[in-house]
C-alpha cells in the first residue's frame, strides 16, 4: 500500500536553514501532489504548501511563500521541502501528505511519520 | 482564509456512549451545483500523524469503523462516534480543502468518562 517515509530529526540553530525529504513507495509518484504540514508541541495543523510530482508545480501559503521551497525527485520518487531563515518558532513536527481531491485544495489520506525539527540556540 | 472553528475543545464520554463534535467553518465549503462539500476529519493519537477518517463531508475512509459518521453541509459539520471504544481517545480536527490554504479546525480532545 501507498507509504511515507520521512528524514530523521534535526536541531538547527536560529537563521540556519533545514530540507526533509519524503520518500514515497507503493503509488505511482508522478500521479501525485505532495503536501507539507507542520505542528507545533501541543498545537493544532498548519498547511505549508503543495508540489505537483507531475509537473512540479507548487503553491505556498501566504506566510512561508519567502522562504520555502518544495522540490522533487522523481527518480527516487521523494518529495523535499527546504525551509529557509528558521526562526524558534520553527520548532514543530514536520508532515508530507499524498494530496486527493483535484480541486483547489487537497484532504490528505496517506501521511508520512513526521519529521520533528528543533530550533536552539 | 477559512476560518474553521470546533467545539467543544474537550470532551468526556463513557465507553459505550455517544461522542458528538461540530465543526463551523467561517463561509461556504459546499459547492451546490456540483452537491460537493469539501470537508474532512482526521484522527490524531499522541506521537502519530493524522489519520483520514471522513472526506467530502460524509465519507468514511476505507478500514474506518462504521462507528464513526459525518454530516452537514454548507458551514456546519457534525463528527459522530456512535459507541465510543477505548482506542477512540484521541483529537479529531476538521479540515476545508474547498480553498487554499487548507485550513483546519483547533481540535476536540475526546476523553474517557
Known amino acids: 500500500q501507498a507509504q511515507l517515509v520521512q528524514s530523521g530529526p534535526e536541531v538547527k540553530k536560529p537563521g540556519a536553514s533545514v530540507k526533509v525529504a519524503c520518500k514515497a513507495s507503493?503509488?505511482?509518484?508522478?500521479?501525485?501532489?505532495f503536501n507539507w504540514l507542520r505542528q507545533a508541541p501541543g498545537q493544532g495543523l498548519e498547511w505549508m504548501g503543495w508540489?505537483?510530482?507531475?509537473?512540479?508545480?507548487?503553491f505556498s501559503a501566504q506566510k512561508f511563500r519567502d522562504r520555502v521551497t518544495m522540490s522533487t525527485d522523481t527518480s527516487t520518487a521523494t518529495a523535499f521541502m527546504e525551509l529557509r531563515s528558521l526562526g524558534f518558532d520553527d520548532t514543530a513536527m514536520y508532515f508530507c501528505?499524498?494530496?486527493?481531491?483535484?480541486?483547489?485544495?487537497?484532504?490528505?489520506?496517506?501521511w508520512g511519520q513526521g519529521t520533528l525539527i528543533a530550533v536552539s540556540s | 482564509d477559512i476560518v474553521m472553528t470546533q467545539s467543544p475543545e474537550s470532551l468526556a464520554v463513557s465507553l459505550g456512549e455517544r461522542a458528538t463534535m461540530t465543526c463551523k467553518s467561517s463561509?461556504?465549503?459546499?459547492?451546490?451545483?456540483?452537491?460537493?462539500?469539501?470537508l474532512a476529519w482526521y484522527q490524531q493519537k499522541p506521537g502519530q500523524p493524522p489519520k483520514l477518517l471522513i472526506s467530502?463531508?460524509?465519507a468514511r475512509g476505507s478500514e474506518v469503523p462504521a462507528r464513526f459518521s459525518g454530516s452537514g453541509s454548507g458551514t456546519d459539520f457534525t463528527l459522530t462516534i456512535s459507541s465510543l471504544q477505548a482506542e477512540d481517545v484521541a483529537v479529531y480536527y476538521c479540515?476545508?480543502?474547498?480553498?487554499?490554504?487548507?485550513?483546519f479546525g483547533q481540535g476536540t480532545k475526546v476523553e474517557i468518562k
Open positions: 479540515q476545508q480543502y474547498y480553498d487554499t490554504p487548507v485550513t
Open positions: 463561509r461556504t465549503v459546499s459547492y451546490s451545483s456540483s452537491n460537493q462539500t469539501f
Open positions: 467530502w463531508a460524509s
Open positions: 507503493g503509488l505511482p509518484f508522478n500521479a501525485y501532489g
Open positions: 508540489i505537483s510530482a507531475y509537473n512540479g508545480i507548487t
Open positions: 501528505a499524498k494530496g486527493e481531491s483535484s480541486g483547489r485544495g487537497h484532504y490528505f489520506g496517506t
